[in-house]
């Protein structure tokens, strides 16, 4: 403020920065008091309290500066009349063997007006607004929501600001999705002629970290719709049925929020093949999902529910899950291409000291790097930039060097899952269902 004192500003600057220390927090506090700015001293004393809870002179001061001030005694003329020593006692009173009483306070003057008490409950009401409260409710006390059981206890974002503009490139991928999401949710007429349902899945498979999860939350907000995550995490349970009963819970949270998509994170551990599984709850696991995917559960069924699946290892999902009519559509997400690795640099870069970076040449640089290898090489630039400025003394901005230097110390981590690919695409391709893997690998020339 423009009329605070200088010692005020001093005090108010240390207790900012030093925030839990209470006696320099009371004593600024005592200086806002005698400065006739009581308010301003309760939300002190009302901090201080939060750091060291019961603390007597923090009440005690709050205490005054919620209280009206005191009124100057009425200074009178005639001088005083001396007053009467009290009596002394010619021998101690006898001392009681029962229990003392312990008293809660000092002891009332015969003859003065009684105190009232300090209402606490009215001075938490008043500063409410200043600081929030030392204590949460325990969400268990009074059967509120937050077994895992719970349908309620699902965490449902709302739908979010990410749109497909966001993804950087990768148009093959932006088309399919148009086709089997989008453009069915925008023309509903259309969508009545030809007799297209509202609900649907899609398989997302390719090597990790190249933002399966981000193309997906990028569709929930494109159809304007929830968006629910689902890992095994959230599933798996140690009872007998609590883990079906929470996949159930998921897809009737799903349908009271339609729409909504559903997101199954990593489906190769939450529905990988039966056969291969050989305990018994993993089984069960797998058959609730399917029956929650097929609707036969709830009367409405999945009407207005999208289901988007991920997985680096397509192979290991259960062939009952990739069916038509359940994850029926699969799309392969490869690595960013040019124009989306160039976004993804900027992107990292954006908050970073650089210096006349020449983002062609690095591009060219990183071919097959994923989302997750590009943010790695911005890191490892700039740890050299910063390096390099703390041994010298002066600040060195980030340039091309360094992040071609890095580009090179790094390789593509979706060389291995290639590797493995390569294997499938070529021997186990029943059906078709990796012909665009296959693809892939022969405009690469990797077969």
Excluded at 89 to 96: D, G, T
Excluded at 125 to 139: E, K, T
């Amino acid at each position: 403020m423009a009329d605070e004192s200088p010692l005020i500003r001093s005090l108010r600057a240390a207790v900012a920065a030093a925030p839990g220390d209470v006696p320099l927090r009371l004593h600024f506090a005592e200086l806002l008091l005698s400065e006739g700015r009581n308010d301003e001293a309760v939300m002190e004393a009302a901090v201080a309290l939060q750091h060291a809870p019961g603390d007597a002179a923090a009440r005690a001061l709050m205490v005054r500066a919620m209280g009206p001030a005191p009124s100057p005694a009425p200074v009178s003329e005639e001088p005083a009349e001396p007053v009467a020593p009290a009596p002394v006692p010619e021998k101690p009173a006898p001392v009681s063997e029962g229990p003392v009483p312990v008293s809660e306070g000092p002891a009332p003057v015969p003859g003065a007006p009684a105190v009232p008490s300090f209402d606490w409950d009215a001075a938490e009401q008043q500063v409410r607004d200043l600081v929030g409260p030392r204590f949460l409710d325990d969400p268990q006390a009074d059967g509120a929501e937050g077994s895992a059981g719970d349908a309620a206890a699902w965490d449902v974002d709302a739908p979010g600001a990410v749109r497909l503009a966001d993804v950087g490139g990768m148009d093959d991928v932006k088309e399919r999705l148009e086709a089997a999401f989008l453009a069915p949710m925008r023309n509903p007429e259309l969508r009545r002629l030809y007799g297209k349902s509202l609900r649907g899945g899609l398989l997302l498979y390719g090597p990790p970290g190249c933002g399966k999860t981000f193309i997906a939350r990028a569709v929930a907000g494109e159809l304007g719709a929830n968006f629910l995550t689902v890992s095994l995490s959230d599933v798996l349970d140690m009872w007998i049925g609590a883990s079906e009963k929470n996949i159930h819970d998921i897809f009737e949270t799903a349908r009271r929020q339609a729409p909504c998509v559903v997101f199954l994170d990593e489906l190769d551990a939450l529905g990988a093949k039966r056969s291969r599984t050989h305990h018994s709850g993993l089984r069960n696991v797998v058959n609730q999902l399917l029956t929650e995917l097929d609707g036969i559960a709830s009367g409405a069924g999945n009407e207005g529910v999208f289901v988007l699946a991920a997985t680096n290892v397509p192979w290991d999902v259960d062939i009952a899950l990739r069916r038509p009519g359940r994850l029926d559509r699969t799309l392969l997400v490869l690595p960013p291409d040019a124009a989306a690795r160039e976004s993804i640099l900027r992107y990292h870069l954006r908050e970073r000291p650089i210096e006349a970076v020449d983002l062609g040449k690095l591009v060219k640089a990183t071919e097959d790097f994923s989302g997750a290898d590009l943010a790695h090489v911005c890191e490892t630039a700039a740890e050299a930039a910063l390096l390099d400025s703390a041994r010298t003394g002066s600040v060195r901005l980030i340039t091309t060097k360094d992040l071609l230097g890095a580009a090179r110390q790094i390789k593509p981590s979706t060389e291995p899952w290639f590797a493995a690919a390569r294997n499938v695409a070529m021997f186990a391709n029943e059906g078709g269902l990796y012909d665009d893997l296959l693809a892939h690998l022969k405009r690469k020339r990797k077969l």
